[in-house]
């Protein structure tokens, strides 16, 4: 178990080896000269000779890769050209933001995905089932910008103005002002996702249900609950966790459209201002960290199905 | 006479729409006494499982009780609520299913699921229970109960696995047992060993038995009664040894004399047609089958009364039973002479005829590593060697894991031996990569999988026409198509239908008619009509000796089953962990000496067949050894009844020849052998003539 | 999964096999997507012909109209015509739609099938390179390559076709594994068939099946994705508009015109919903094994 956990963290590095240099990669594709983008068009060839050597441009791409990967693994990812300073403490600020976001919506998630999805498929063939197995298929069908959109519409001011539709600003003014700023957020986050899980824990707990092994136990005259409890919720919530952790990483990408959807002041929209202004070290850092969070959340993934299907623990040794 | 502990009454049970079609049970009758058992035979589709669930109360979805009652000790079962069906289930009547690596529950240890209907049913505390699972796993012969009770499933093995679920259904000491096929899937040794737990329970506890299976010979040792399926239906009930021996229903007449038996090896066995429409649901569910069918048989018949509790349904009870005793008249005149007198040809055994396909020192291994280090090789196939004359059957016999199916797929080029040589008609074929398209037209093999041996999209038209397409370059005419299809007895309206539609029979012999399209000289059946009841088994057999007298073909005969290889081969070889332990002609194999291994073998089905007494020692339970794994000495030494000490540990046995070819791998001498199981075991060559 | 029934001696668990259902063609969860479906096939092929006004045509003196007779949808800040702006969106996003999926197929269908027949070395390279890919998020991935190709269309149905040709390949190649050690491929192989004809008679009748509910569900997605980078703006460019830059063009105005955001949201929604339908009964039909 210990080296099947040494191998597949291992892997997880080979990953981000992977990542770092496609994201590499990608900045220095990218068209148009650097310096000429910061200083305009009327620059002259020496000052523009002057800030490549500043900015280490004039250096080959390999050296200023090792450069940066280096300053990556230390915590350091260059400054900001826009803005002229480290990228690290605002991108530790905006990561907490975002994190926290994720936070939230995982938890609806759970509740709506995990809980929604066992309690639909112990009434399997009922109307309640059904009603919930075709909003899950329309929940998977809305992506973040319809489900931000429709929320705002609702509670955000259209409809009613329960919620406010943007201006996250920490918790600096009382907890349910923060709260309140991460709800529409967060349930745009989680839609896509709660849906998917929902769905799977459906058909796990189906499957389950159907096993020989739940029919031994019911002929073991165990009470219902017990059944359930202890038969079929640990092995059908394997898949089911797996998949959420795998998607952990995927909503930490969505996370791009609902911070532009509801300004909210994360990571993706940090990601999203670097783009617009061509400033590649942000671009980097954020493509960087978000991709990061992505492979850890599939290596958790992988581990918390380890820790509970024993089979996979044994193969696994 | 007390009321028996279980009583059935015109039980019926349907499915939606609830219509005849859909009746999977119709008025079944059965009774279990208090310490008996009962044995329900039948095959598949025959409604047996739906018996033990509608006892259970566990049918499936939409699944309904049409009429007739369950009474269980005295109480109606049909009339109880949930709740107290819930105390009785676990409590007093348990249940073990076929499949024990699906019956536990992989993520909870072996001692949790076991403990857990003690606390419930008996209110006893975790220590408590927990010292009753030990002996309960020493009961059902575990070994190291203790550290068992801390494992997960999957780190046991499937007679394991059975073990404990029996175990699981002792736990709180029930007065019923329902075990619905417990031994499918697990090899002779370990089945017989489990037959024998069984038999020991019932004694020992006083058990009621319900043992469901499609396997005569595993409920003829157990069963104090018995009541065979058909169609839904109950045809023949009654107590064991009587219907047995002379059967009051033709189904039941049929089926018994269709079981190939080692003791009786060239006895007729007799032939049932094949279901071509759905089984009738009114009147005799059998008739269409049945050669002794007459009009009547249309109608409804209530049983009738051969002997107190012995019932029938068949409307000729009188002229069934009047063809006497099976024993007696086994020897139909066409069927007198066995395979093996009437095929041989002129060649076999001599040494001057060329072999159509011969096979020597052949291995196939792959050596594993670990972390860099280099493992020693496995060997799935280790230096086997065996020559196959033209029109000779060779049957290849030993359990899963034996190498018998990589054998054949080194045969087929399918996989690259490591060593050896493999010679079609005198050609090397082992240098090839991939064989010539020639080399594959003359061998052909048919798989085991019935479920995947056909595309499942293409129609037989297609199926059928490809051996032509690609060996011949010509689409075969549609009446060419109809005379190959109709020489494994199939019907031509078959040909537009897709795989997927037709039954396993049909299936497979589809697959044979493939095989015979391009006429091959070699043709490797591996395991493939192991999954047939055995009267098919007997029809598909019969089939493969029509067209062999035809073609001339040899054929490699791949099977585990004993009796019917004895019946379908010529000669025999034996393989265990991917080494042949003996060789010889068919009809030797059953006289003294044989090797070890076949010894146990032998012993299996013997047991099965109700026949010999327990005489070797019970073999631990096949353990950890994984197949081909690599060993110093003899292979079997582990699990040999006769080992000798560490010289067949250490050093590799000898070969040993004796008179006709016969070869045996051991480090005892023959005629050692001979004495020791002579001592043992009357010789059964020579029962078989005492009996005549 | 297995296919077709297996009649092993003693399976017969008491278990119905085959419910008695309705074929596909009235099933009405199938029936009703599958007429939504081709309704929007429709409006975006018959798109010139039926819209009102041109997509572009502004009129100042006509601005954030509520719906009306005269414009069924209402009009957007700049006058225009929006049922004109959302039909011909349709076809904006269809075409990016099949096109990405075009691309999977291409990419994911080969290697797929590949990866699956010759297992190891191959199966190896394959797979690995597109656990490469995968492990990127798919919005952060198809960023990236829009921030190098550019913001247009086809850079847009690369980009995500690129993103979901992993999913295809695994889904396509997982439909292949299932059968690809049954004995009727072994039998073709003894029997001496070119490993072309293997994978191609073969193993790809057997992945039919799931490769349909694969387009299925992976036009769906790729809709989605696509519409996600035409809302940040990364995708096509206006005065063209599919129904997420209409979302993003309505941001601004939809406290007080939600109409101008309401329609295009409704037209993705049942377009997406009813392919994740049409995707699932077929799928559901498949594991049941009812469609020969």
Same mark, same amino acid.
Request: hydrophobic content about 45%.
């Given at each position: 178990m210990l080296r099947y956990l040494a191998s597949r963290i291992l892997y997880t590095f080979a990953i981000l080896a992977a990542v770092s240099f496609l994201v590499f990669a990608v900045t220095e594709l990218l068209p148009g000269n650097v310096a000429t983008m910061i200083l305009g068009t009327d620059a002259t060839p020496e000052e523009v000779a002057n800030l490549e050597r500043l900015l280490g441009l004039d250096r080959p791409s390999w050296e200023r890769y090792a450069t940066w990967v280096s300053g990556v693994a230390t915590g350091d990812f260059g400054d900001s050209l826009r803005m002229q300073r480290p990228i690290a403490p605002i991108l530790a600020s905006r990561l907490a933001n975002s994190l926290l976001l994720t936070g939230v919506a995982l938890i609806f998630v759970i509740l709506g995905g995990l809980v929604l999805g066992t309690v639909t498929a112990l009434n399997h063939g009922t109307r309640l089932d059904r009603t919930f197995s075709a909003v899950a298929v329309i929940g998977t069908s809305l992506p973040e910008f319809v489900t931000g959109t429709v929320l705002v519409l609702l509670f955000g001011g259209g409809l009613m103005r329960i919620l406010p539709p943007s201006g996250y600003e920490g918790f600096s003014h009382g907890i349910w002002d923060g709260i309140s700023h991460l709800i529409l957020p967060a349930l745009t986050l989680a839609t896509i996702m709660a849906a998917y899980v929902g769905r799977i824990m459906r058909t796990t707990v189906i499957d389950v249900l159907k096993s020989e092994y739940v029919r031994a136990a019911r002929l073991k005259g165990l009470p219902e609950w017990r059944v359930i409890l202890r038969h079929v919720l640990p092995n059908a919530l394997v898949p089911a966790v797996t998949v959420l952790c795998m998607n952990l990483?995927?909503?930490?990408?969505?996370?791009?459209?609902? +911070? +532009?959807?509801?300004v909210f002041p994360g990571i993706g929209r940090m990601m999203l201002f670097g783009i617009a202004e061509r400033d590649w070290p942000v671009i980097q850092a954020c493509a960087m960290v978000i991709a990061a969070a992505y492979v850890l959340g599939n290596l958790i993934g992988d581990v918390l199905a380890l820790l509970l299907d024993p089979r996979l623990r044994e193969a696994a040794t | 006479m007390a009321e028996p502990l279980l009583q059935v009454e015109n039980l019926s049970v349907a499915y939606p729409p609830y219509d005849a079609e859909r009746t999977v049970l119709r008025q079944v009758s059965l009774a279990v006494e208090s310490g008996e058992a009962l044995g329900i035979i039948g095959e598949s589709g025959s409604g047996k499982s739906t018996v033990a669930l509608a006892i259970l109360d566990y049918l499936a979805t939409g699944g309904r009780y049409l009429d007739g009652r369950i009474r269980f000790a005295g109480k109606e079962l049909t009339a109880m609520t949930r709740r107290q069906k819930r105390s009785l289930y676990g409590r007093e009547i348990a249940y073990v299913a076929q499949d024990p690596s699906a019956s536990l529950n992989p993520s909870l240890k072996i001692g949790t699921q076991l403990t857990e209907g003690m606390a419930l049913h008996l209110g006893m505390d975790a220590e408590s229970a927990r010292k009753k699972a030990v002996a309960l796993l020493d009961e059902v012969r575990l070994r190291d109960p203790v550290r068992l009770l801390d494992r997960y499933p999957h780190q046991l093995s499937g007679g394991m696995q059975q073990r404990v679920c029996i175990a699981m259904a002792l736990a709180c000491d029930p007065s019923l047992v329902i075990l619905d096929e417990p031994t499918t899937g697990l090899d002779a040794v370990t089945e017989t060993a489990i037959l024998d737990l069984l038999k020991d329970l019932k004694l020992k506890r006083r058990l009621s038995i319900i043992l469901i299976s499609h396997n005569l010979a595993a409920v003829a040792g157990l069963a104090d009664a018995i009541a065979i399926m058909y169609g839904g239906m109950v045809v023949e009930s009654g107590p064991a040894a009587p219907i047995f021996a002379r059967p009051a229903h033709r189904y039941s007449r049929l089926l018994l004399?269709?079981?190939?038996?080692?003791?009786?090896p060239s006895r007729a066995l007799s032939e049932i047609p094949w279901q071509e429409a759905s089984i009738p649901r009114t009147g005799c569910p059998f008739r269409d089958r049945c050669d002794m069918a007459i009009a009547a048989c249309a109608d409804e018949f209530s049983s009738a009364v051969v002997n107190e509790s012995w019932l029938t349904r068949c409307v000729r009870w009188k002229d069934v039973l009047a063809a006497g005793p099976r024993h007696e008249c086994a020897s139909d005149a066409h069927d007198e002479h066995a395979f093996s007198a009437q095929i041989r040809p002129a060649g076999a055994g001599t040494t001057t005829a060329m072999p159509v396909l011969s096979v020597s020192s052949l291995v196939h291994g792959y050596g594993r590593k670990r972390l860099g280090r280099p493992e020693a090789e496995v060997r799935a196939v280790d230096d086997v060697s065996f020559e196959l004359a033209e029109g000779e059957t060779l049957g290849v016999i030993g359990e899963s894991g034996s190498g018998k199916s990589t054998l054949a797929r080194c045969v087929v080029g399918l996989v690259q031996p490591t060593a050896g040589s493999i010679r079609l008609a005198g050609k090397e074929l082992t240098g090839f990569s991939r064989y010539p398209r020639e080399v594959c037209r003359q061998i052909q093999i048919v798989f085991q999988n019935i479920a995947g041996s056909l595309h499942p999209r293409k129609t037989m038209s297609r199926v059928l026409?490809?051996?032509?397409? !690609?060996?011949?370059?010509?689409?075969?005419?549609?009446?060419?198509?109809?005379?190959? *299809?109709?020489?494994?007895?199939? @019907?031509?309206?078959?040909?537009? @239908?897709?795989? $997927?539609?037709? $039954?396993?029979?049909? @299936?497979? /012999?589809?697959? !044979?008619?493939?095989?015979?399209? #391009?006429? #091959?000289?070699?043709? *490797? !059946?591996?395991?493939?009509?192991?999954?047939?009841?055995? $009267?098919? @088994?007997?029809?598909?057999? /019969?089939? *493969?000796?029509? /067209?062999?007298?035809?073609?001339?073909?040899? *054929?490699?005969?791949?099977?585990?089953? !004993?009796?019917?290889?004895?019946?379908?081969?010529?000669?025999?070889?034996?393989?265990?962990?991917?080494?042949?332990?003996?060789?010889?002609?068919a009809a030797d194999i059953l006289s003294p000496p044989y090797h070890p291994y076949t010894e146990t073998l032998v012993w299996a089905a013997l047991r099965l067949e109700g026949e010999r007494p327990a005489t070797l020692p019970e073999t631990a339970e096949r353990d950890s050894t994984p197949a081909g794994a690599a060993v110093k000495g003899c292979p079997f030494a582990s699990q040999c009844p006769r080992k000798l000490g560490t010289i067949c540990e250490t050093q590799s046995p000898p070969v040993r020849r004796g008179a006709e070819g016969r070869q045996i791998a051991c480090h005892i001498p023959m005629d050692d052998l001979r004495e020791m199981q002579l001592a043992e075991y009357p010789p059964i060559a020579i029962a078989k003539g005492a009996r005549a | 999964m297995t296919i077709g029934t297996v009649d092993v001696a003693g399976t017969d668990t008491g278990v119905v096999p085959v419910h008695m259902r309705r074929p596909l063609w009235r099933d009405p969860v199938f029936v009703g997507a599958g007429t939504v479906l081709l309704i929007h096939v429709f409006l975006a092929l018959l798109a010139p012909l039926i819209i009102p006004y041109p997509p572009d045509q502004m009129s100042f003196s006509a601005t954030l109209q509520p719906p009306s007779l005269e414009h069924w949808f209402g009009t957007d800040r700049y006058g225009r015509d929006l049922l004109s702006r959302v039909i011909m969106g349709g076809q904006l996003t269809l075409a990016f739609g099949f096109g990405s999926v075009a691309m999977c197929l291409l990419i994911g269908l080969p290697a797929g099938l590949i990866s699956a027949y010759y297992g190891g070395l191959v199966d190896q390279v394959i797979m690995r390179t597109m656990d490469i890919l995968m492990s990127f998020p798919t919005l952060l991935l198809g960023l990236l390559i829009l921030i190098i190709a550019g913001p247009d269309l086809g850079n847009l149905i690369i980009a995500v076709g690129i993103v979901y040709c992993p999913r295809t390949t695994r889904v396509v190649r997982a439909a292949a594994l299932t059968v690809r050690h049954s004995a009727f491929i072994e039998a073709a192989q003894a029997r001496g068939e070119s490993s072309a004809y293997i994978i191609v008679r073969e193993l790809l009748p057997c992945a039919w099946g799931a490769i349909i509910v694969e387009i299925c569900i992976r036009l769906g997605y790729a809709i989605l994705l696509g519409a996600s980078f035409n809302y940040l703006g990364l995708g096509v460019q206006p005065p063209a508009a599919d129904w997420g830059l209409l979302v993003h063009e309505a941001r601004s105005q939809m406290l007080r015109a939600p109409w101008t955001a309401i329609f295009p949201i409704l037209f993705i929604t049942t377009l997406v919903s009813s392919l994740h339908l049409l995707g699932d009964t077929i799928d559901e039909r498949l594991k049941e094994g009812d469609v020969g």
């Amino acid at each position: 178990m210990l080296r099947y956990l040494a191998s597949r963290i291992l892997y997880t590095f080979a990953i981000l080896a992977a990542v770092s240099f496609l994201v590499f990669a990608v900045t220095e594709l990218l068209p148009g000269n650097v310096a000429t983008m910061i200083l305009g068009t009327d620059a002259t060839p020496e000052e523009v000779a002057n800030l490549e050597r500043l900015l280490g441009l004039d250096r080959p791409s390999w050296e200023r890769y090792a450069t940066w990967v280096s300053g990556v693994a230390t915590g350091d990812f260059g400054d900001s050209l826009r803005m002229q300073r480290p990228i690290a403490p605002i991108l530790a600020s905006r990561l907490a933001n975002s994190l926290l976001l994720t936070g939230v919506a995982l938890i609806f998630v759970i509740l709506g995905g995990l809980v929604l999805g066992t309690v639909t498929a112990l009434n399997h063939g009922t109307r309640l089932d059904r009603t919930f197995s075709a909003v899950a298929v329309i929940g998977t069908s809305l992506p973040e910008f319809v489900t931000g959109t429709v929320l705002v519409l609702l509670f955000g001011g259209g409809l009613m103005r329960i919620l406010p539709p943007s201006g996250y600003e920490g918790f600096s003014h009382g907890i349910w002002d923060g709260i309140s700023h991460l709800i529409l957020p967060a349930l745009t986050l989680a839609t896509i996702m709660a849906a998917y899980v929902g769905r799977i824990m459906r058909t796990t707990v189906i499957d389950v249900l159907k096993s020989e092994y739940v029919r031994a136990a019911r002929l073991k005259g165990l009470p219902e609950w017990r059944v359930i409890l202890r038969h079929v919720l640990p092995n059908a919530l394997v898949p089911a966790v797996t998949v959420l952790c795998m998607n952990l990483g995927w909503m930490f990408g969505g996370i791009v459209v609902v +911070e +532009e959807i509801f300004v909210f002041p994360g990571i993706g929209r940090m990601m999203l201002f670097g783009i617009a202004e061509r400033d590649w070290p942000v671009i980097q850092a954020c493509a960087m960290v978000i991709a990061a969070a992505y492979v850890l959340g599939n290596l958790i993934g992988d581990v918390l199905a380890l820790l509970l299907d024993p089979r996979l623990r044994e193969a696994a040794t | 006479m007390a009321e028996p502990l279980l009583q059935v009454e015109n039980l019926s049970v349907a499915y939606p729409p609830y219509d005849a079609e859909r009746t999977v049970l119709r008025q079944v009758s059965l009774a279990v006494e208090s310490g008996e058992a009962l044995g329900i035979i039948g095959e598949s589709g025959s409604g047996k499982s739906t018996v033990a669930l509608a006892i259970l109360d566990y049918l499936a979805t939409g699944g309904r009780y049409l009429d007739g009652r369950i009474r269980f000790a005295g109480k109606e079962l049909t009339a109880m609520t949930r709740r107290q069906k819930r105390s009785l289930y676990g409590r007093e009547i348990a249940y073990v299913a076929q499949d024990p690596s699906a019956s536990l529950n992989p993520s909870l240890k072996i001692g949790t699921q076991l403990t857990e209907g003690m606390a419930l049913h008996l209110g006893m505390d975790a220590e408590s229970a927990r010292k009753k699972a030990v002996a309960l796993l020493d009961e059902v012969r575990l070994r190291d109960p203790v550290r068992l009770l801390d494992r997960y499933p999957h780190q046991l093995s499937g007679g394991m696995q059975q073990r404990v679920c029996i175990a699981m259904a002792l736990a709180c000491d029930p007065s019923l047992v329902i075990l619905d096929e417990p031994t499918t899937g697990l090899d002779a040794v370990t089945e017989t060993a489990i037959l024998d737990l069984l038999k020991d329970l019932k004694l020992k506890r006083r058990l009621s038995i319900i043992l469901i299976s499609h396997n005569l010979a595993a409920v003829a040792g157990l069963a104090d009664a018995i009541a065979i399926m058909y169609g839904g239906m109950v045809v023949e009930s009654g107590p064991a040894a009587p219907i047995f021996a002379r059967p009051a229903h033709r189904y039941s007449r049929l089926l018994l004399d269709a079981l190939p038996s080692l003791r009786a090896p060239s006895r007729a066995l007799s032939e049932i047609p094949w279901q071509e429409a759905s089984i009738p649901r009114t009147g005799c569910p059998f008739r269409d089958r049945c050669d002794m069918a007459i009009a009547a048989c249309a109608d409804e018949f209530s049983s009738a009364v051969v002997n107190e509790s012995w019932l029938t349904r068949c409307v000729r009870w009188k002229d069934v039973l009047a063809a006497g005793p099976r024993h007696e008249c086994a020897s139909d005149a066409h069927d007198e002479h066995a395979f093996s007198a009437q095929i041989r040809p002129a060649g076999a055994g001599t040494t001057t005829a060329m072999p159509v396909l011969s096979v020597s020192s052949l291995v196939h291994g792959y050596g594993r590593k670990r972390l860099g280090r280099p493992e020693a090789e496995v060997r799935a196939v280790d230096d086997v060697s065996f020559e196959l004359a033209e029109g000779e059957t060779l049957g290849v016999i030993g359990e899963s894991g034996s190498g018998k199916s990589t054998l054949a797929r080194c045969v087929v080029g399918l996989v690259q031996p490591t060593a050896g040589s493999i010679r079609l008609a005198g050609k090397e074929l082992t240098g090839f990569s991939r064989y010539p398209r020639e080399v594959c037209r003359q061998i052909q093999i048919v798989f085991q999988n019935i479920a995947g041996s056909l595309h499942p999209r293409k129609t037989m038209s297609r199926v059928l026409a490809r051996p032509y397409q !690609l060996y011949e370059h010509r689409t075969p005419a549609l009446d060419e198509l109809q005379r190959l *299809i109709a020489s494994v007895g199939l @019907k031509a309206h078959l040909l537009p @239908k897709r795989a $997927s539609a037709l $039954s396993g029979g049909e @299936k497979q /012999r589809s697959a !044979l008619a493939r095989a015979y399209a #391009p006429r #091959p000289s070699v043709l *490797i !059946l591996d395991e493939a009509f192991s999954a047939l009841d055995a $009267s098919m @088994k007997i029809r598909v057999a /019969r089939l *493969i000796r029509d /067209r062999k007298q035809e073609l001339g073909t040899s *054929i490699i005969f791949i099977t585990h089953d !004993l009796p019917f290889v004895k019946y379908v081969a010529d000669r025999l070889i034996v393989m265990y962990r991917g080494w042949v332990c003996e060789t010889g002609r068919a009809a030797d194999i059953l006289s003294p000496p044989y090797h070890p291994y076949t010894e146990t073998l032998v012993w299996a089905a013997l047991r099965l067949e109700g026949e010999r007494p327990a005489t070797l020692p019970e073999t631990a339970e096949r353990d950890s050894t994984p197949a081909g794994a690599a060993v110093k000495g003899c292979p079997f030494a582990s699990q040999c009844p006769r080992k000798l000490g560490t010289i067949c540990e250490t050093q590799s046995p000898p070969v040993r020849r004796g008179a006709e070819g016969r070869q045996i791998a051991c480090h005892i001498p023959m005629d050692d052998l001979r004495e020791m199981q002579l001592a043992e075991y009357p010789p059964i060559a020579i029962a078989k003539g005492a009996r005549a | 999964m297995t296919i077709g029934t297996v009649d092993v001696a003693g399976t017969d668990t008491g278990v119905v096999p085959v419910h008695m259902r309705r074929p596909l063609w009235r099933d009405p969860v199938f029936v009703g997507a599958g007429t939504v479906l081709l309704i929007h096939v429709f409006l975006a092929l018959l798109a010139p012909l039926i819209i009102p006004y041109p997509p572009d045509q502004m009129s100042f003196s006509a601005t954030l109209q509520p719906p009306s007779l005269e414009h069924w949808f209402g009009t957007d800040r700049y006058g225009r015509d929006l049922l004109s702006r959302v039909i011909m969106g349709g076809q904006l996003t269809l075409a990016f739609g099949f096109g990405s999926v075009a691309m999977c197929l291409l990419i994911g269908l080969p290697a797929g099938l590949i990866s699956a027949y010759y297992g190891g070395l191959v199966d190896q390279v394959i797979m690995r390179t597109m656990d490469i890919l995968m492990s990127f998020p798919t919005l952060l991935l198809g960023l990236l390559i829009l921030i190098i190709a550019g913001p247009d269309l086809g850079n847009l149905i690369i980009a995500v076709g690129i993103v979901y040709c992993p999913r295809t390949t695994r889904v396509v190649r997982a439909a292949a594994l299932t059968v690809r050690h049954s004995a009727f491929i072994e039998a073709a192989q003894a029997r001496g068939e070119s490993s072309a004809y293997i994978i191609v008679r073969e193993l790809l009748p057997c992945a039919w099946g799931a490769i349909i509910v694969e387009i299925c569900i992976r036009l769906g997605y790729a809709i989605l994705l696509g519409a996600s980078f035409n809302y940040l703006g990364l995708g096509v460019q206006p005065p063209a508009a599919d129904w997420g830059l209409l979302v993003h063009e309505a941001r601004s105005q939809m406290l007080r015109a939600p109409w101008t955001a309401i329609f295009p949201i409704l037209f993705i929604t049942t377009l997406v919903s009813s392919l994740h339908l049409l995707g699932d009964t077929i799928d559901e039909r498949l594991k049941e094994g009812d469609v020969g």
